[in-house]
């Protein structure tokens, strides 16, 4: 348990400090590259994601399979084995990533991209730095796969964070002291992918490097296959899902403006984003207690993970999407941004609230090795909202597949997760909505009604007041939230005063 306690710290650390160093320096990136600039970085974030649909799976399928055989014997033999094969598989895989992206070049400069101040040439030579940025970062998946699942995660999220100061801070003083060119840019990230591959790798390979007379071996990889494939199928539907409206957005607005989209995009992931550092430390650790028959501890770990997730994921989302043109501002300075892109926002970040706590039955099929609904869900799901998301994008542009986002979360969360409940925890549905997540979305909504009577006026405000007083205004909300649980009160209060139970 201290293990896990480590890196549920470690993880929100991790997650933090990349949430906050990307958003932190974001408004910089766009006043030193310029919007248009900035939107290629944008894009290449979403083409990321787009393509990543190639690693089918495997990194999630491995690490599961690692976190079983772990403390096993003759495990670290089997681990070897099956990475030294899944290595293979992804030279493959990447390979065929690089070409395809070398291959559509042309096209994404000439006819799909809407480009008016870079030149073609630039574009074309940062697209494909872009395709082998790519392609190593199959591996770094792979690899960190393999580090969390030994729950080696504090040394993990240490790492990420000095190439993240490396990557954010690093690439600011290239723009600003040396060269703001776009393509320099690129290089410089290209350098630092090449270098956390080769760290990445030693450092996991370091589990079982005394495991002697190794080879790899396709035998090895047949055991996660099914997992692997139910994730790959349903992760490419998704992929598609979440990334449609952007690959659409990139087609119908300027680059200009996908830069002020990337805005939004930073933002609203950054609500996703938060839910990682829980998932991660957690998932290894209910696997490990369901598959050594400790039920009732599994499903205590599941709706304290739900608790706390609600209570961070909704105090912070009610402050951005209620007041998302003055988080815009007091962070950007940029009024045309702020202004185009506020409602863009909210409607994003309600629907990633939404989908951030709707997560919680995926991971409930994970921990059960069982993906058979989830991919019954996201093969059906898809074909009805995916026409949708088209024709609002290709309507209304950026709004209308905020909206559009808003209500497909909205939608399947009264749907899905009680139908999951009731197939693997029948009888925790309602402990689940009604304890572990609707106390903060009532107090929350008590607390803008409030906030709205006040009526503050943030026009008699500076930039770092107005950010200042959201801050303080989050915090205030974060800690009713807390008070709202009465396990985590005590958590917290405890930690305060170093007493073990309170009664409010």
Do not use: C
Not at 72 to 86: N, P, Q, R, T
Not at 371 to 400: C, D, E, R, W
Not at 471 to 487: A, H, P, S, T
Request: glycine fraction near 4%; charge should be positive.
């Amino acid at each position: 348990m201290n293990r896990l306690k480590n890196n549920v710290i470690a993880n929100y650390f991790g997650h933090i400090y990349a949430i906050f160093i990307g958003i932190f320096m974001l408004p910089f990136y766009l006043f030193y590259l310029g919007a248009e600039a900035y939107g290629l970085v944008g894009f290449f974030t979403m083409l990321t994601s787009i393509m990543m649909m190639l690693e089918m799976g495997l990194s999630s399928a491995l690490s599961r399979e690692i976190a079983s055989l772990k403390d096993k014997k003759d495990g670290l033999y089997k681990i070897k084995e099956l990475m030294l094969s899944v290595e293979l598989l992804f030279l493959v895989i990447s390979s065929v990533s690089i070409i395809i992206i070398f291959l559509s070049n042309s096209l994404f400069v000439n006819r799909w991209l809407n480009i008016n101040e870079l030149s073609l040439e630039t574009v074309e030579n940062s697209i494909y730095m872009m395709g082998i940025i790519i392609g190593i970062r199959y591996f770094l998946g792979l690899y960190r796969a393999t580090l969390i699942a030994f729950e080696y995660q504090v040394w993990l999220n240490v790492y990420k964070a000095v190439m993240l100061t490396l990557k954010f801070v690093g690439g600011f003083l290239l723009v600003k002291y040396i060269s703001n060119d776009i393509e320099l840019f690129f290089l410089y990230q290209l350098i630092l992918a090449i270098i956390e591959i080769v760290v990445l790798k030693y450092k996991s390979h370091s589990f079982y490097a005394n495991i002697k007379k190794v080879t790899a071996s396709m035998l090895a990889i047949k055991k996660i296959v099914p997992m692997s494939l139910g994730i790959a199928y349903t992760s490419s539907i998704w992929i598609l899902f979440t990334q449609l409206d952007k690959l659409l957005l990139s087609h119908y607005i300027p680059l200009k403006e996908y830069g002020y989209f990337a805005l939004v995009v930073v933002v609203s992931n950054a609500i996703m984003q938060l839910s990682g550092p829980l998932s991660q430390a957690f998932l290894p650790r209910m696997v490990s207690l369901l598959s050594n028959n400790k039920y009732n501890e599994m499903i205590d770990l599941y709706h304290n993970g739900t608790k706390i997730i609600s209570i961070l994921i909704i105090s912070i989302g009610t402050i951005v999407s209620y007041f998302s043109y003055e988080l815009l501002y007091s962070w950007t300075g940029d009024m045309d941004a702020s202004v185009w892109a506020s409602d863009v926002l909210r409607w994003y970040t309600l629907g990633n609230v939404i989908l951030a706590i709707s997560a919680f039955q995926y991971y409930l099929q994970y921990v059960y090795g069982n993906l058979s609904y989830h991919i019954k869900f996201n093969t059906i799901f898809p074909l009805i909202v995916l026409p949708v998301m088209f024709y609002f994008v290709s309507n209304y542009q950026a709004i209308g597949a905020a909206y559009t986002w808003f209500v497909i979360q909205l939608i399947t969360f009264f749907i899905w997760p009680p139908f999951i409940h009731q197939k693997f925890i029948k009888g925790e549905h309602k402990k689940w909505l009604f304890q572990d997540i609707v106390p903060s979305v009532i107090f929350s909504s008590i607390f803008i009604f409030i906030i709205d009577i006040i009526n503050i006026d943030f026009t008699s405000l500076s930039r770092p007041m107005i950010f200042l007083l959201l801050f303080v205004l989050g915090l205030i909300l974060l800690l009713g939230n807390i008070l709202m649980y009465k396990n985590i009160r005590e958590i917290v209060l405890s930690k305060l005063f170093g007493r073990r139970s309170y009664v409010l």
